[in-house]
T-cell receptor, first 112, second 117 residues
Framework: SQELEQSPQSLIVQEGKNLTINCTSSKTLYGLYWYKQKYGEGLIFLMM?????EEKSHEKITAKLDEKKQQSSLHITASQPSHAGIYLC????????????FGPGTRLSVLP | GAVVSQHPSRVICKSGTSVKIECRSLDFQATTMFWYRQFPKQSLMLMATSNEGSKATYEQGVEKDKFLINHASLTLSTLTVTSAHPEDSSFYIC?????????????FGPGTRLTVL
């Protein structure tokens, strides 16, 4: 089973709509990262969350890590076609040690 | 914005040979660089964390003798796939961390596609 679950697996929204993508783990996470991969382009680092309850924003994208540090949500406000792509979450499962895992990704399409 | 380059972008080699991939941060210094491997269907895996002037930290299951990482300067990290085999064929991506205190971000290279015949 996936160490990190992402939902939904794919999402199609109309331009201007808000949307949320979730990243969930059954275990406490130490460092939660969000990335975006645009079709045919490279990866983009969006933000990193470490503390429970932490929230960060990057342009119209806001991500939050819950208090238990087991779930993160990525929220896009007033989506635009430029937001389309695959959103990946990644996280370290233990405070020390080499154990970084990625979620399977959420494919977002934004219809103009 | 900051730019990270990778060289080569594509390489084809014979089984048993070694291949070196370079990752450069072009306009900033990166004390930390990361190496990833991307499998078909978008599955991404962090291979190792490369720290300038010290040994790389490998993720569980990644053979350090197979994937040699050297971070000799603040702008260059190299990944050498030794004695490559067809199962090593993959898309290898690096990223460089820019930690300015107020901001801490990573910039990704465009990737290197390795095909081992």
């Amino acid at each position: 089973s996936q160490e990190l679950e992402q939902s939904p697996q794919s999402l199609i929204v109309q331009e201007g709509k808000n949307l949320t993508i979730n990243c969930t783990s059954s275990k406490t996470l130490y460092g939660l990262y969000w990335y975006k991969q645009k079709y045919g382009e490279g990866l983009i680092f969006l933000m990193m969350l470490q503390k429970g309850g932490e929230e960060k924003s990057h342009e119209k994208i806001t991500a939050k890590l819950d208090e238990k540090k087991q779930q993160s949500s990525l929220h896009i406000t007033a989506s635009q076609p430029s937001h389309a792509g695959i959103y990946l979450c990644g996280a370290r499962r233990r405070y020390y040690g080499q154990n970084f895992v990625f979620g399977p990704g959420t494919r977002l399409s934004v219809l103009p | 914005g900051a730019v990270v380059s990778q060289h080569p972008s594509r390489v084809i080699c014979k089984s048993g040979t070694s291949v070196k991939i370079e990752c450069r941060s072009l306009d900033f210094q990166a004390t930390t660089m990361f190496w990833y491997r991307q499998f078909p269907k978008q599955s991404l895996m962090l291979m190792a964390t490369s720290n300038e002037g010290s040994k790389a930290t490998y993720e569980q299951g990644v053979e350090k003798d197979k994937f040699l990482i050297n971070h000799a300067s603040l702008t260059l990290s190299t990944l050498t796939v030794t004695s490559a085999h067809p199962e090593d064929s993959s898309f290898y991506i690096c990223s460089a961390r820019e930690n300015l205190g107020v901001t801490d971000t990573q910039y990704f290279g465009p990737g290197t596609r390795l095909t081992v015949l």
